[in-house]
């Protein structure tokens, strides 16, 4: 009887799968010394009767044994342990059992990971948005879509398209720090000329969403004492991102043509600005404004980071074509998003910029994560080619548009103590509540009947912002479920109201 034969003393279990027994009792056999590591392993028929087996059964267990590392195979000799792999997950063996043994000085002391952290993300104020949203009944919730049905089968296709043998060779090997030159030409061809733009190829990068173009720029271009100009109303993330960059925050106001450019800005070196629709009023940039806040640029040698947030969802008018179209200088940073308005879970974006500063965002995305997955930048440039994108684009803004007209008609209705911003589109409603009524105590009293709304105080940097003021997305909210959504939100404002008169 051979050392391996041992492992095999007691049955197999037939109400068992065979081959996991079979492979289970040989990792047993290998890593405890019970097969000689200089001789090869039994032929598979010869352990297959020797274990009470189809030597078919032997030949995947050998085959798996091999793809996990504990075989080689050596030609017409048979498979020997791979002595190498053997070390490696012998020494994770002993690695694992001085850690779980019992020490004579005492138990081990656990690291202090509070001590070894120079920052805190997990601190910042967010916003919070339940993971199981889809579960109400009226989600006002912002930042989600409605399903697709023909979008999603259209990215199928694409990426079907995309794995073929054709476009294989684009995305099977490791792009190191470049992009999909196909997904960059649609970009240049199909993308940037309805937002006024033109670009050379040497002036886009591919992100992981318009966000991480933005953590990118930001981490490039802010350092401790640098003064940024920010919204305020703003992105959150946008605060948090450039304040742990060291920046110093500088809060501009909005009011119904944008940020408001004035004496505020003179001395920032970077101005975050949302002209197409505002984060989070939805309020749109007016063209003198932009022209202004490209003047000032120049005269202060400034930089500008235009975050083209909802570009596409304008419902009344023209779209307006975007800040860095009427910069002359290079002196715009342009952030786009290839995902939010069909699949915000996608996570693809660029960002178009003079070429050194985008050589230099290149160089520290390949420290972060070399490039965005090359598959998906193939299947959004198939996808772009095709025409869905537009398509996609053209059935969003028809039911937004609509939703957004519902939106603005019922809340004068249902909602009359309560006054919205007005705008020409975008996916969600900047409500302010009657003087009084706190945001939170509306979000608690709405969950009680399944409606989802957002405080809106969390965008303000202020130390006491405003707190009667609550956001709605209408973009991931079914058409019908609208009115009885504002209907049971009048109902909480008035509970609320009730509450504080009875104290």
């Known amino acids: ?4 034969d041992r492992y095999f003393l007691s049955p197999l279990d037939p109400a068992q799968s065979l081959q996991k027994q079979v492979h289970d009792r040989m990792v047993e056999a290998i890593l405890d010394g019970g097969v000689p590591p200089h001789d090869p392993l039994p032929a598979t028929r010869d352990l297959a009767d020797r274990i009470g087996v189809s030597r078919n059964t032997v030949v995947l267990v050998y085959e798996r044994l091999t793809e996990e590392g504990y075989l080689a195979p050596v030609k017409r000799r048979g498979y020997f342990i791979d002595q190498q ?8 063996r002993v690695a694992g059992y001085m850690a779980s043994e019992p020490r004579e000085d005492g138990p081990v002391k656990a690291v202090d990971w509070s001590d070894r952290m120079l920052s805190r993300p997990s601190l910042h104020r967010n916003v919070v948005k339940p993971k199981n949203w889809q579960e109400f009944s009226y989600p006002f919730i912002y930042g989600q879509v409605a399903i697709d049905k023909v979008s ?9 398209l995309a794995s073929s043998a054709f476009h294989a060779p684009s995305w099977v090997l490791d792009l190191v720090d470049g992009d999909d030159p196909m997904l960059v030409e649609q970009i240049i061809n199909r993308v940037l000329p309805q937002r006024g733009l033109k670009a050379k190829p040497e002036e886009i990068l591919i992100t992981t969403g318009s966000q991480n173009g933005l953590y990118l720029a930001g981490n490039l271009l802010c350092g401790p004492g640098t003064r940024v100009a920010l919204e305020n109303p ?5 605060r948090n991102i450039l304040r742990d960059a060291g920046a110093d925050l500088v809060p501009i106001p909005v009011d119904a043509n944008g940020m408001v450019v004035d004496d505020r800005l ?18 749109t940039m007016s063209l003198q404004r932009r022209l202004a806040l490209l003047d000032m ?27 860095r179209s009427f910069d002359n200088a290079d002196r715009t940073i342009y952030l786009g998003s290839l995902s939010k308005t069909v699949f915000p879970g996608l996570r693809l974006g660029f960002v178009l910029a003079a070429e050194p500063l985008i050589r230099e965002l290149r160089a520290l995305r390949r420290l972060m994560y070399r490039h965005t997955s090359a598959h998906d ?26 939703k957004w007209a519902t939106m603005q008609r019922e809340i004068v209705s249902l909602l009359p103590d309560c006054e919205f911003t007005q705008t020409t589109g975008g996916s969600a409603i900047w409500l302010r509540l009657p003087w009084g009524i706190d945001c939170w105590d509306v979000q608690r009293a709405a969950l009680k009947r399944s409606v989802l709304v957002e405080p809106g105080d969390i965008q303000f940097i202020d130390d006491q912002p405003p707190r009667n003021i609550i956001r709605l997305g209408y ?25 504080s008169v009875a104290a």
Do not use: K
């Open 152 to 160: 999603i089968a259209r990215w199928r296709d694409a990426t079907r």
């Open 297 to 323: 640029a120049e005269r202060q040698d400034a930089l500008i980071l235009e975050d083209d947030y909802e570009h596409e969802l304008n419902f009344v008018g023209p779209q307006r074509a975007a800040v």
């Open 85 to 92: 792999f053997l070390r490696q997950q012998l020494n994770m």
């Open 475 to 499: 973009a991931a909210i079914a058409q019908e479920a609208i009115v009885p959504g504002l209907m049971q939100l009048r109902e909480a404002i008035n509970e609320v109201r009730r509450e």
């Open 1 to 4: 009887m051979s050392l391996l």
């Open 377 to 402: 930048q193939r299947a959004m440039a198939i996808f772009i080619a095709e025409g869905h994108l537009d398509a996609h684009i053209r059935r969003v803004r028809e039911q937004l548009g609509r």
């Open 266 to 283: 003179r001395g920032c070196e970077l101005v975050y600005v949302t002209p197409s629709h505002q984060s989070p009023t939805s309020v």
């Open 234 to 238: 703003g992105y959150v993330d946008t």
